[in-house]
């Protein structure tokens, strides 16, 4: 097996999702592997063996997650990049000191819980102190801010007027709620990224590293690089297939951005409409089953249910959207008449997954596992090892001369891998150390160890953004749960709905648009969900779909200027504004603005209620309908150019088909039977003889 390179940093220089990150050598360098390696262990171990107690894990989670921000995150953009400060050194140290108190005092803590000591006050208001400066170096000044605000309520509410006041809470009270227990920095987003999250992006970095996305590339230019405007249909198909591992939009943005946007733009492609597309396609692996974004987990946790209801209910809304873009794509192809890649030129899928196969294992395998009841947490460990066992084996069958032998080791491997399912962690553990034994003695199979020790690190450092992301959001759920402030926005929100429930559903919509203009899906989800969740279910709207519903608008979010996270990166590669890379995103993306809309008003589009097949059947046909004249309306191209009165035609069709009310759907129909006999005729008749 060959080393494949890890995902490029050329975008990096100009545009970076996180902030200025150091690029460290030597002694520095060292550490900070070590360190990184050390969290991946530690987590792996954590989900392996549960050697310690939840609020213990959650605690050293923090703590290595603040070492790291610290080490790699200077305190200014333009402090140095080349060295760490020697007070980023005592705010790394100090971070984890403080995190190992809650280990080291875990009984003590127990026994006076709700009367915490003068020191349980400085490690509470030190630790909540530094989460908040790793999130501001990692995140920027939005979240904090947003947090900040939330805890001056807690300690100065009781001064404002009318219902906005709470009873009043001292400072220890604050803190105590904050910095221990599980209702603040280590609630439970903690628990869910010390537990699933970070081995599901760790499971992304070893495919990565391993060469998934040289693979996703492969498959998307043999199946669809020759088709009408195969360039961009194969950045739609790509990123899909990588967003659905990784979970984070703007770094696949960064990634297959990389290769998507320069092939689009060499195919004729406005280097706007290529970063659009691209940043379109790479937001919507976050809704994309199996994987989905770090929010499916969260909102599993949250809703107490299997994540595997999360996956359904969030299947066909993520289908429609890659249909919406899939379909955009097509249609500007046609109106600037683009031809696809030489069928010679593309690579045949078939061999490419002949030759890699064993990549794909262990996303089915976390699938199957998913699908069939496993947790998550256990399914994320068959995963990795899955990828470790095989990464391994691919390297020393390369080895092994003879297609009976080779057969023979991958049968035994095969067996070794079965154990984990039938016997637990241990037999699986030799497996793995046997094959990394035998990579020691066969030509390649150090190279392979080094790209599994860099997956490792990189896992660590990719989690950081995430991981810090759910400590720091802690602050606003304890707050909310200290005072009940939540409550008093709800009402609010019941109060409008009670009259219209489009315009609470409207008003939910601009909340979370607005809060993902400074702050990362995850946290956004959870104020939102915390705040606004509740209100559209005592309207009627089911649980899971207004969970949805400020799920996929959190994501929308990094699509919709004037901060579009996407569109910035996408820009970065692209050598376009981002502003206008942003509008035509949102042009693009029409359908992940309308579909939340259509699922609350009709649930069986997140097949919930046990739907019939013919009521999916109904309320998917009229979304691809409503799709399909959207997308030509948008475009201003069907089979041939559409005229502006056509352009507006089309569009009133497709929103009759949306709107729920009474006769729109027998005049959507009807109005799109006319739309489409009209343009039939027309677009004949501009054909040449």
């Keep these: 097996m060959t080393a494949h390179v890890s995902p490029p940093d050329i975008a990096q220089e100009t545009f970076s999702e996180h902030g200025a990150q150091r690029r460290l050598g030597g002694v520095a360098l060292l550490l900070l592997t070590g360190i990184a390696l050390a969290f991946s262990i530690y987590q792996l171990t954590i989900a392996a063996f549960h050697p310690l107690s939840s609020l213990v894990m959650r605690a050293l989670h923090v703590g290595f997650l603040l070492t790291l921000t610290f080490i790699l995150f200077p305190i200014r953009k333009s402090g140095r990049l080349d060295r760490v400060a020697p007070v980023d050194w005592l705010l790394a140290a100090a971070a984890f000191a403080l995190a190992c108190y809650q280990w080291v005092f875990e009984v003590d803590l127990i026994q006076r819980a709700g009367d915490p000591s003068t020191l349980d006050l400085f490690v509470g208001a030190a630790m909540v102190a530094l989460v908040f400066e790793a999130a501001r170096r990692i995140l920027g000044l939005a979240l904090p801010t947003i947090c900040a605000l939330f805890l001056l309520y807690g300690l100065f509410g009781q001064h404002l007027p009318g219902d906005l006041a709470h009873r009043g809470y001292d400072?220890?009270?604050?803190?105590?709620?904050?910095?221990?227990?599980?209702?603040?920095?280590?609630?439970?987003?903690?628990?869910?990224?010390?537990?699933?999250?970070?081995?599901?992006?760790?499971?992304?970095?070893?495919?990565?590293?391993?060469?998934?996305?040289?693979?996703?590339?492969?498959?998307?230019?043999?199946?669809?690089?020759?088709?009408?405007?195969?360039?961009?249909?194969?950045?739609?198909?790509?990123?899909?297939?990588?967003?659905?591992?990784?979970?984070?939009?703007?770094?696949?943005?960064?990634?297959?951005?990389?290769?998507?946007?320069?092939?689009?733009?060499?195919?004729?492609?406005?280097?706007?409409?290529?970063?659009?597309?691209?940043?379109?396609?790479?937001?919507?692996?976050?809704?994309?089953?199996?994987?989905?974004?770090?929010?499916?987990?969260?909102?599993?946790?949250?809703?107490?249910?299997?994540?595997?209801?999360?996956?359904k209910a969030a299947l066909v809304p993520a289908?429609?959207?890659?249909?919406?873009?899939?379909?955009?794509?097509?249609?500007?192809?046609?109106?600037?008449n683009l031809g696809g890649l030489a069928k010679e030129d593309c690579p045949n899928p078939w061999r490419a997954i002949r030759e890699q196969w064993y990549l794909v294992l262990p996303l089915a395998g976390l699938v199957g596992m998913l699908f069939n009841g496993f947790t998550p947490m256990y399914s994320g460990m068959v995963g990795l090892a899955l990828c470790a066992i095989l990464i391994l084996g691919a390297a020393i069958a390369a080895r092994i001369s003879g297609t009976a032998f080779r057969f023979v080791f991958w049968i035994a491997v095969g067996l070794g891998a079965s154990l984990l399912v039938k016997f637990g962690v241990y037999p699986v553990l030799t497996v793995i150390a046997l094959l990394i034994a035998g990579c020691l003695f066969v030509q390649g199979g150090r190279e392979t160890l080094r790209v599994m020790r860099n997956s490792l690190v990189d896992g660590a450092k990719q989690a950081l953004p995430v991981?810090?992301?759910?400590?720091?959001?802690?602050?606003?759920?304890?707050?909310?749960?200290?005072?009940?402030?939540?409550?008093?926005?709800?009402?609010?929100?019941?109060?409008?709905?009670?009259?219209?429930?489009?315009?609470?559903?409207?008003?939910?919509?601009?909340?979370?648009?607005?809060?993902?203009?400074?702050?990362?899906?995850?946290?956004?989800?959870?104020?939102?969900?915390?705040?606004?969740?509740?209100?559209?279910?005592?309207?009627?709207?089911?649980?899971?779909?207004?969970?949805?519903?400020?799920?996929?608008?959190?994501?929308?979010?990094?699509?919709?200027?004037?901060?579009?996270?996407?569109?910035?990166?996408?820009?970065?590669?692209?050598?376009?504004?981002?502003?206008?890379?942003?509008?035509?995103?949102?042009?693009?993306?029409?359908?992940?603005?309308?579909?939340?809309?259509?699922?609350?008003?009709?649930?069986?589009?997140?097949?919930?209620?046990?739907?019939?097949?013919?009521?999916?059947?109904?309320?998917?046909?009229?979304?691809?309908?409503?799709?399909t004249l959207w997308g030509a309306a948008s475009i201003g191209y069907l089979r041939a150019p559409l005229a502006a009165w056509e352009r507006v035609w089309a569009a009133a069709a497709a929103f009759l088909l949306v709107a729920a009310l009474p006769l729109t759907d027998e005049l959507g129909f009807a109005a799109c039977a006319a739309f489409i006999g009209w343009h039939l005729l027309r677009s004949r008749r501009l054909q040449p003889a």
């Design 319 to 336: 289908i429609l959207y890659y249909v919406t873009v899939f379909w955009m794509v097509h249609l500007e192809a046609g109106r600037r």
């Design 171 to 311: 400072f220890a009270q604050i803190v105590d709620q904050l910095g221990f227990g599980t209702e603040g920095i280590f609630g439970i987003p903690t628990m869910v990224s010390a537990s699933y999250i970070f081995l599901f992006v760790l499971f992304g970095a070893f495919l990565e590293h391993a060469g998934m996305i040289n693979l996703f590339n492969s498959v998307a230019l043999g199946f669809v690089g020759h088709a009408k405007g195969g360039a961009a249909k194969v950045a739609v198909v790509s990123s899909g297939l990588m967003g659905s591992i990784s979970g984070s939009g703007v770094a696949n943005v960064l990634t297959t951005g990389q290769f998507t946007i320069p092939l689009m733009k060499r195919f004729g492609y406005s280097g706007v409409f290529a970063g659009a597309v691209e940043a379109t396609a790479s937001m919507g692996g976050q809704i994309m089953p199996p994987v989905m974004g770090a929010v499916a987990f969260i909102m599993a946790e949250n809703l107490n249910m299997p994540y595997v209801e999360i996956v």
């Design 467 to 627: 991981g810090v992301a759910c400590a720091i959001v802690g602050v606003i759920i304890g707050i909310l749960t200290l005072t009940g402030a939540a409550t008093n926005f709800a009402g609010f929100i019941l109060k409008v709905g009670a009259d219209n429930l489009f315009l609470s559903l409207l008003l939910t919509m601009l909340i979370c648009l607005i809060l993902g203009m400074g702050i990362p899906t995850i946290p956004n989800y959870i104020i939102t969900s915390s705040i606004a969740a509740p209100a559209l279910l005592d309207l009627g709207v089911p649980l899971i779909v207004s969970h949805m519903f400020v799920f996929y608008f959190g994501i929308m979010a990094d699509l919709t200027p004037p901060v579009a996270l996407a569109a910035f990166a996408a820009s970065s590669v692209a050598k376009e504004p981002a502003m206008k890379i942003g509008v035509k995103a949102v042009q693009i993306a029409i359908a992940g603005f309308v579909v939340p809309f259509m699922a609350v008003y009709d649930n069986a589009l997140m097949l919930q209620g046990d739907p019939s097949v013919l009521a999916v059947a109904y309320i998917v046909g009229k979304a691809l309908l409503a799709i």
